[in-house]
């Protein structure tokens, strides 16, 4: 299974910015999909996650309202628009599969992206 990630760059507050992910290597239809991100200094932690099959999606407190994860399964990949950024959205975004019901620290992970958000 690979996942790979792309679309990170460097953008002023308030911008917007799109990363996309696509998988390949199996069938997702069972999966859940998410991001995460790790700030320098900072623990990885969850953004966003959407299942595969259906429409259902969790985002973090500290992105609901500014950020939007989607799918498009033809193409297997998932995307995740980020609006209204702010600099300390600034991290390193990698996307994860998981089982869905099963953690993402027991599935797959792709290389990060750098997302840098200057003030």
């Known amino acids: 299974v690979q996942l790979q990630a792309s679309g990170g760059g460097l953008v002023q507050a308030g911008g917007s910015l799109g990363l996309s992910c696509t998988a390949s290597?199996?069938?997702?239809?069972?999966?859940?999909m998410g991001w995460f991100r790790q700030a320098p200094g900072k623990e990885r932690e969850f953004v966003a996650s959407i299942k595969w099959s259906g429409s259902s999606t969790y985002y973090a407190d500290s992105v609901k309202g500014r950020f939007a994860i989607s799918r498009d399964t033809a193409k297997n990949t998932v995307y995740l628009q980020m609006n209204s950024l702010k600099p300390e959205d600034t991290a390193v975004y990698f996307c994860?599969?998981?089982?869905?019901?099963?953690?993402?620290?027991?599935?797959?992970w792709g290389q990060g992206t750098l997302v840098t958000v200057s003030s």
């Open positions: 994860a599969a998981a089982v869905d019901g099963l953690a993402f620290s027991q599935g797959y």
């Open positions: 290597g199996r069938t997702f239809n069972n999966y859940r």
